[in-house]
């Protein structure tokens, strides 16, 4: 069986998403459903969402509508309360250096750091935000991951990045050394946000049951650090109505 929940789980608030997972586990326990005692922070993000194993995971919304959809169950969207953002919903904060000036419009011809190419948030959104104002990014910094997009930004080996909300949330409280060195330029547009999934057969109405008493549980000082607010039911025709933008025939890929 795996369990992970990697989307948000950095170092400093690791012991939170042990003590909310404690609760689910012991939650599915309940009602029957065998889990395992600890989150697995080893198994790769793509290797457990198409793992027959998979118990609990939370994807994002271009993986699921391109790759995954049909082949998981979805239990339901954590909301972490973003300003602004229907519950459920997110966006990317869109960042450049502190010292750059320009508009978002500026940037069109610029080095865009991208957590990776599956990513909604880093690349799928900030494309479509783009899109709406009549161009495209096609110099890529692939970082791997939001912290080191905005890494790479600060330290000028990009130009600008899409930082997801939650992502950017944590950046300012647990690194302000690397967000202390950034501006915002504005949001991305608003889509659901990271689902919980499972595997195909397992029994994803109990399971959410059990997710929602999680949170309810979990102590306030923990749903604070975290942002967790809640979790809300978004139909798949939600996640699958958000275009999904082409990669470019050429990337200058930087990264």
């Keep these: 069986m795996i369990a992970a929940l990697p989307m948000y789980d950095w170092p400093e ?6 003590r909310f997972w404690a609760l689910i586990r012991d939650g599915f326990r309940e009602e029957g459903i065998d889990a395992p005692d600890t989150l697995d922070r080893e198994v790769g993000m793509w290797e457990a969402w198409e793992s027959p194993d998979l118990l609990l ?12 959809h049909g082949k998981v169950a979805v239990l339901g969207t954590p909301d972490f309360g973003l300003p602004d953002a229907p519950g459920g919903y997110y966006y990317s904060q869109v960042v450049t250096r502190i010292d750059e ?3 978002f419009a500026d940037f069109a011809d610029k ?7 599956d990513s909604q948030s880093g690349w799928g959104s900030m494309q479509n935000t783009a899109a709406a104002e009549g161009f495209g990014f096609s110099r890529i ?3 791997g991951a939001h ?3 905005a890494r790479a930004v600060a330290e000028g080996r990009a130009d600008i990045a ?3 909300g939650v992502s950017w949330r944590l950046l300012e409280e647990h690194r302000p050394e690397i967000a202390s060195r950034l501006r915002i330029i504005r949001r991305t547009e608003t889509t659901p946000g990271l689902p919980m999934i499972t595997a195909p057969g397992n029994d994803a109405a109990r399971m959410a049951h059990a997710v929602e008493h999680a949170i309810a549980a979990l102590a306030p000082a923990d749903r604070a650090r975290i942002g967790l607010r809640g979790f809300e039911t978004i139909p798949a025709e939600a996640y699958l109505a958000v275009r999904t933008p082409p990669l470019p025939d050429q990337i200058d890929q930087h990264g």
């Design 162 to 164: 899409a930082i997801d």
């Design 57 to 68: 995971g939370q994807t994002c919304g271009l993986p699921y509508r391109t790759r995954l």
């Design 111 to 117: 080095v865009l750091a991208i957590n990776g190419f």
């Design 141 to 143: 910094f692939v970082s």
């Design 101 to 103: 000036p320009g508009d």
């Design 147 to 149: 912290i080191e997009s």
């Design 13 to 18: 608030v690791q012991d939170v998403w042990d």
